[in-house]
């Protein structure tokens, strides 16, 4: 889980390990992409808006390394966010989904994401 709002990176990680999941946490795309060349993933949520190295940048650089790890990217940032969250999908994001976001939307990605085929709510 990769945002650099506190409030959502602690919200998502009580969610998603209350599901079962196994939560590793990075506030910006520098640690998130370090973290996954240490530790690995079947999965990352990836905001787009972050210090460093933006959502962007790190879903390029992961996806030359690792084309078919799920993605799930993440923006609140207003009509600017919606065109880069459809700029996320053209540079390789499984999903796309703008905050907020109900539970049950971001759950039924994970689920995809973890289980097989997607869904529509991309």
């Known amino acids: 889980m990769v945002d650099d709002d506190p409030g959502i990176r602690s919200s998502l990680e009580k ?3 209350t ?4 939560v590793t946490l990075a506030e910006n795309g520098v640690e998130a992409t370090r973290r996954w060349r ?3 993933a079947d999965l990352i949520i990836l905001d787009i808006f972050m210090p460093e190295m933006d ?9 030359a390394h690792a ?5 799930i990217v993440i923006s609140g940032g207003g009509a600017h966010g919606m065109d880069l969250l459809l700029e996320a999908k053209l540079l390789g994001a499984t999903w796309a989904i703008a905050k907020p976001f109900t539970v049950a939307q971001i759950m ?8 097989g085929a997607p869904d529509s709510h991309d």
């Open 38 to 40: 240490e530790l690995g």
């Open 15 to 17: 969610l998603l390990t």
């Open 67 to 71: 084309p078919r790890l799920p993605i």
């Open 19 to 22: 599901a079962g999941h196994a």
């Open 55 to 63: 959502g962007l940048v790190a879903l390029a650089a992961l996806r």
């Open 108 to 115: 039924a990605l994970v689920s995809s994401a973890l289980g």
